[in-house]
């Protein structure tokens, strides 16, 4: 079966802007779009009909994206530009970020406008727009991308001891899948809302042999390496995302307060020991690097220029293959044998 099957896109859910309507205010009527035609203080209220979209996008990268052919959402082949984050407040005072996105068309002009909200929204409520953010879209579009630790993950250390990620340091010596041992170059830290995209993902004790549970972030990608190939995927080397594996029992969305993230790299992308089974590190790349302080970027560019050719995406597997309920049952079967 052909690679390109398998090739993975980052897939983010979106509502159509058409469905975020002004219910009060200056632009009354008028559907969610970009950030020069928005105004604060806005009332926004969700159509009943709307209904959350995956929109693929073909290895992103800096904006503006391409919509991958794959994608059930959006025009395959077609740019998609980051725009702006905004807020919105509910009358119970709770805030809602939300990623613009706009399609363009060959021409340049606007297509279709894509909200992609960074916790839950509900048709009954009224939103009141609070604020637009030109400069933040990136980097929390990169917080949603980059692969993440939580606080207390155990991380496996050269000696074979366990260190919670959050206690590591640059310089600390870690254990490697394929490289031996490897010392971090970074690591980072944030505290976001637990709510929507950026919500964690626990993997209970023992459901891919973990020995604690484990929780990262969404786009989190563990290293499965295949006695027999139980998904019929064509390979023994899988990378499978956690979000794609939630079941409701084994596997859960961890939703509500905050949750600290934190991100670990190293010379080259790597595949390290996390509650006792594989995981990947960061990889540095133009979509996950927003994440860095500029300072922080320049450095790493400069020690590890080649950090971006040691990716190892194409071992992912896409969503279509773990889209039954005891995936993580095959999957942690199959890799014992």
């Given amino acids: 079966m052909s690679d390109t ?105 606007v297509a279709q406008v ?43 250390l050269a000696t074979g001891a366990q260190k919670p990620v959050e206690q590591l340091v640059a310089g600390d010596r870690v254990l490697t899948r394929d490289a031996g041992v490897q010392e971090v170059r970074w690591i980072g830290h944030q505290t976001v809302r637990a709510t929507g995209a950026l919500a964690p993902v626990c993997i209970r004790a ?18 499965i390496y295949q006695r027999r190939d139980a998904l019929g995927a064509g390979r023994p080397e899988l990378l499978v995302r956690a979000k794609h594996l939630v079941n409701g029992t084994t596997i859960t969305r961890a939703t509500g307060g905050f949750v600290d993230y934190y991100q670990m790299l190293f ?9 006792g089974i594989a995981a990947e590190s960061m990889l540095m790349s133009e979509s996950t690097s927003a994440v860095l302080p500029q300072e922080v970027q320049d450095e790493l560019s400069r020690l590890i220029p080649g950090h971006r050719r040691t990716d190892i995406s194409d071992l992912e597997i896409g969503e279509h293959l773990l889209s039954r309920p005891d995936a993580a049952d095959v999957l942690r079967k199959s890799s014992q044998g």
């Fill in 5 to 109: 099957v398998f090739r993975p896109s980052q897939t983010l859910t979106v509502l159509r802007g058409e469905h975020l309507r002004v219910a009060n205010g200056a632009n009354l009527g008028d559907p969610l779009g970009f950030a020069d035609e928005l105004v604060l203080e806005d009332i926004y209220r969700l159509s009943p009909i709307a209904h959350p979209m995956p929109l693929a996008l073909s290895r992103a990268a800096r904006s503006p994206f391409t919509i991958a052919g794959t994608s059930e959402t959006g025009t395959p082949g077609a740019a998609l530009h980051l725009d702006c984050l905004l807020t919105f407040m509910c009358g119970t005072g709770e805030t809602t970020e939300v990623l613009v996105l706009v399609e363009t068309d060959p021409d340049g002009n």
């Fill in 114 to 156: 894509f909200a992609h909200p960074l916790g839950t929204m509900d048709a009954k409520a009224d939103y009141v727009l609070v604020t637009i953010d030109r400069d933040s879209a990136l980097q929390r579009f990169a917080q949603i991308a980059c692969v993440s630790f939580t606080r207390g993950t155990a991380i496996t």
């Fill in 206 to 223: 023992g459901t891919l042999n973990n020995a604690r549970d484990l929780i990262v972030s969404p786009d989190f990608r563990l290293f």
């Fill in 267 to 275: 010379d080259d992308h790597q595949i390290i020991y996390a509650e």
